[in-house]
């Protein structure tokens, strides 16, 4: 599976960014995808998942009501909608895929995720 993310920018604190991510290879809606970020100096952070039926999401706690994760099976790809993004949103984004069984609950540790795509970088302003 190869993943490519794209949507980075630089934004003003409040303002709304939407990152995009898009796979090849095997069968998308196997994976559970994931959003993951990574400040300088920070070790890398899940922000938030979603499993391969769509039905299930998961956030971490400092980006929920503000951020919205999707995707489209047909499309192969996932989406990340950010917004009301503070300063301390600041970070490299990585969208991750973990094939996992379908009962299987969402995981958030970055070293269980199997593919990784390149990252784009999110810059809000204040």
């Known amino acids: 599976v190869q993943l490519q993310a794209s949507g980075g920018g630089l934004v003003q604190a409040g303002g709304s960014l939407k990152l995009s991510c898009t796979a090849s290879?095997?069968?998308?809606?196997?994976?559970?995808m994931g959003w993951f970020r990574q400040a300088p100096g920070k070790e890398r952070e899940f922000v938030a998942a979603?499993?391969?039926?769509?039905?299930?999401?998961q956030y971490a706690d400092f980006v929920k009501g503000r951020f919205t994760i999707s995707r489209d099976n047909a499309k192969n790809t996932v989406a990340l909608q950010m917004n009301s993004l503070k300063p301390e949103d600041t970070a490299v984004y990585y969208c991750?895929?973990?094939?996992?069984?379908?009962?299987?609950?969402?995981?958030?540790?970055?070293?269980?995720?199997?593919?990784w795509g390149q990252g784009t970088q999110v810059t809000v302003s204040s």
């Open positions: 991750a895929a973990d094939l996992i069984p379908p009962t299987v609950l969402i995981r958030t540790t970055p070293g269980e995720y199997d593919y």
């Open positions: 979603i499993k391969g039926s769509g039905v299930k999401t």
């Open positions: 290879g095997r069968t998308f809606s196997s994976y559970v």
